[in-house]
């Protein structure tokens, strides 16, 4: 069965820094791969998707994520963390004729 | 724009009672998810429904029965309901299951006494 796994279930990094968010994927045929943030309290919201078109995919709010079929990943980054930024990030695989998984989460921290 | 809308919001049940929490969606979206989120577990999906008319079991279904009662709405309901189904309810949606994104409710925060 296909399976998401993130890497870290808390980062913590200061403002301004690099945010890196890891995940792997297990299937062996690429899935569309999805992250999604959560802010405390509130539902998911999308924020950028891979569905073959290019392997780096730009979302919202300056993150972006890179399609690695050969290290099965889509890790996602920014290049300065702010601290609007501190919420719960998921990320999830959808496979054609399957539901929709999730990781675990990873939620970042900002600190001033 | 309503997208997708779960009520109630919150909930507090006693162990053994019943109910149902209801989502309906206004996106004229095929697939539809129940979801629960518990700390540290991420989201584990209960049921699904590819289609009107049909649903199947995700990894966490004990428990739970679901209902497609048409194109906009998936009611998820309780029979007996236990502490251990104290969680966070999300419902979801999307155009298909596959390239397209799912759209989530707001959540139902239930507690089972």
């Known amino acids: 069965a296909q399976s998401v796994t993130q890497l870290g279930s808390h980062v913590s990094v200061s403002e301004g820094a690099l945010v890196l968010l890891r995940c792997n994927y297990s299937?062996?045929?690429?899935?569309?791969l999805f992250w999604y943030v959560q802010y405390p309290n509130q539902g998911l919201q999308l924020l950028l998707k891979?569905?073959?078109?290019?392997?780096l995919v730009k979302g919202i709010n300056g993150f972006e994520a890179e399609f690695k079929k050969s290290e099965t990943s889509f890790h996602l980054t920014k290049p300065s963390a702010h601290m609007s930024d501190a919420a719960e990030y998921f990320c999830?695989?959808?496979?054609?004729?399957?539901?929709?998984?999730f990781g675990k989460g990873t939620t970042l921290s900002v600190s001033s | 724009n309503a997208g997708v809308t779960q009520t109630p919001k919150f909930q507090v049940l006693k162990t053994g009672q019943s109910m149902t929490l209801q989502c309906a969606q206004d996106?004229?979206?095929?697939?539809m998810y129940w979801y629960r989120q518990d700390p540290g577990m991420g989201l584990r999906l209960i049921y699904y429904?590819?289609?009107?008319?049909?649903?199947d079991k995700g990894e966490v279904p004990n428990g739970y029965n679901v209902s497609r009662l048409n194109k906009r709405e998936f009611s998820l309901r309780l029979e007996s309901a236990a502490p251990s189904q104290t969680s966070v309810y999300f419902c979801?949606?999307?155009?298909?299951?596959?390239?397209?994104?799912?759209?989530f409710g707001q959540g139902t925060r239930l507690t089972v006494v």
């Open positions: 979801a949606s999307s155009a298909d299951r596959g390239r397209t994104e799912a759209f």
């Open positions: 299937s062996s045929v690429p899935p569309y």
């Open positions: 891979y569905t073959s078109a290019a392997t």
């Open positions: 999830a695989a959808h496979q054609a004729g399957t539901a929709l998984i």
């Open positions: 996106m004229n979206h095929n697939s």
């Open positions: 429904s590819a289609s009107e008319g049909t649903t």
